[in-house]
């Protein structure tokens, strides 16, 4: 009879720490505020769907019982940490992922790449920007770091992208003039 108690007990607070449906839908429902990040907005929807799935997944692993996540003082930047660890992961899983960062129609509205590349263009692109950003950053941190903090047109980032696209299609930007305005 002890035996049955104790297996009771076990079982009862196993199931009390696996999260239900509602639960679930909740952090879902949370977790679809961040399509509108750079990143995250190029994705399609099944992309989406299997980024949210892997950040559900790594914050119900951290946090077993929903009533101690959901009630914590930072919640929202816990799921911040989760959101931008995932595209860290993401981005050292694969560097090509940079088209989600830097989209083409992007880079083509800021000048740096011509209209009207291939989708192999783009790939020859996408490869060899993955490899400068690879050999010149330690961590994808430090990259994500740079990719944040970076307002210049001179950025390392933006100098990398522009070797590229003159190494591969010839494309070289001119500055003919520059106005400087003073109040």
Known sequence: MALFVVAATMIGC????????????????MLKEYRDMLYLQNLTDSEFVV?????????ELAYPVYTTFIE????????DMFV?????D???????NMRHLFPYRYLVAEGILPNNLTHAQQRDFYKCFAQKVNSYYISAVEFLQDVLTSTSNNSTITQMQQQCANELFGWVIEIDEVDIITE
Not at 51 to 59: G, H
Not at 72 to 79: E, H, I, K, R
Not at 90 to 96: G, L, P, S, T, V
């Open 14 to 29: 196993s199931q009390q720490q696996k999260w239900n449906h509602e639960e679930k839908k909740a952090l879902h429902d």
């Open 51 to 59: 980024f949210t799935n892997e950040v559900a997944n790594d914050i």
């Open 72 to 79: 914590m003082p930072a919640v929202n930047d816990t799921v």
């Open 84 to 88: 931008v660890t995932q595209i860290v």
């Open 90 to 96: 993401e981005i050292n899983a694969d560097a090509h």
